[in-house]
C-alpha cells in the first residue's frame, strides 16, 4: 500500500518504459495489461484465478454499473473493492464511451449526455461531474476523465470539436475530482490521427495536470498502421514522469508494437471474450477450438505455457467443451488467456529491464510467422 500515488519510471530501452504506479491498494508494473471487469466480475473467472494470471489491476465499466446494481449501491457495500473481492488496485472508465457504443438515443450537449439504459430503456445523465461522482462512489484507485471518443473515420472538424469538447470536460473532471492520497485521475488525449489537434490535446491536459494521461480516440477502426503512426507523434510530447494509458488496445501485436512506441499501460476485452468464443491466443498466433482438426489432438493448446489449462488439458479436451457448450470450456480459455497475455507483458518488462528489447520483438514476431498452430 502507499499513501501517495505516484509513478516511477525505472528503465528504458530505446521508447520501451519500465516503471511502477503506485496507489492505494497497490502497485502496477508496467507495461501492464488490464483485465476487463465489465460489472464487477472478470466473466467465467473469480477473482483469485485473475489474480493468478498475474493482472495488478482491473478495469471497471462505469456505464454498467451505474446502471446495474448502482454506484449508490456499491458504496454502501463498501466500494468495487470489496464488492468483487478485489483488493488490488481498480480503474474505472469514465462511462462516455460506452453510453456511445452501448445505450439506446443519446443526446450530447455542452453539459454530459443523456441516454436511454439499453437494460430497460430509462432516462439516464451522464457529466464530468457525475461521471466523476460514480467513480469515487466505486471507489476507483484511477479515475477516468469524462471525454467524448468520435468514431472514425471523421472529417477533422468533426474531430477538433470532439477534442475541444473534450478537453471542456477534462477540466470539469478535474475539478469534481477528490484528491486523496493513493487515488489518481487520468487525463485523456483526443485528436483522431491529427498531429496538430494531439498536440494541443496534450498541451492542455498538462495545462490542467493530471496523475497520469491516456491516449483515447484510437482502436476504434483506424486500422494499426494509423494508430501506430499517430503512437508515433503523441507518446514524444507526453509527459515523461506520467504513466501513459492506450485505451481498448488490443491484440498482442498491438501491445508490442504500442510498448515500442512509449505506452505503459493497455485494456481490452479481447483475452477473455475470445475466451468465450472459443479463440486461443499463443505465442505462435491465435487457435480457434471449434475446428474440428482438434478433435483428437493430445497436445495442449501450447507446450510452453504453464497456465492450468496447458498444464492439464488436451485441445481435444477443449475441443470437447467447445462444441458441448460446457462452461468449464469458457474459463479454461478464459484463463489462459489471460495468463498469456501477462506473460507477454511480464516478458517485454524483462525485455525492457535487460535492454534486448528490439530482440523480443523480433523472436515475438518470428515464432508468429512459424504457423502451426
Ligand atoms: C477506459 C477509460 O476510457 C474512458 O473513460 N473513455 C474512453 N474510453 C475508450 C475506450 C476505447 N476502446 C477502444 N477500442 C476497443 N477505443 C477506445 C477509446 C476510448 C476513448 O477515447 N475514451
Redesign the pocket.
Known sequence: MTDTFKFELLGTDGKARRGRVHTAHGAINTPAFMPVGTAATVKAMMPESVAETGAEIL?GN?YHLMLRPGAERIEKLGGLHKFMNWDKPI?T?????QVMSLAQLRKITEDGVRFRSHIDGAYYDLTPESSTEIQRQLDADIT????E?PALPAPKERVNEAMQLSMRWARRSREAFTHRPGYGQFG?V?GGTEKDLREESVEKLTEIGFEGY?I?????GEGQELMFSTLDFTTPVMPTDKPRYL???GKPDDLVGAVARGVDMF???LPSRSGRTAEAWTRRGSVNLRNARHKDDPRPLDENCTCPCCKNYSRAYLYHLTKTKEILGLMLLTWHNLHYYQELMAGMRTAIEEETFDKFVVDFHALREQGDI
Open positions: 478495469l462505469t480503474l472508465d469514465s462511462g462516455g464511451f477516468m476523465c469524462f471525454d471518443c485523456i483526443q491516456a483515447g480516440g484510437l482502436a476504434v485505451m481498448g488496445v485494456d481490452c476485452v
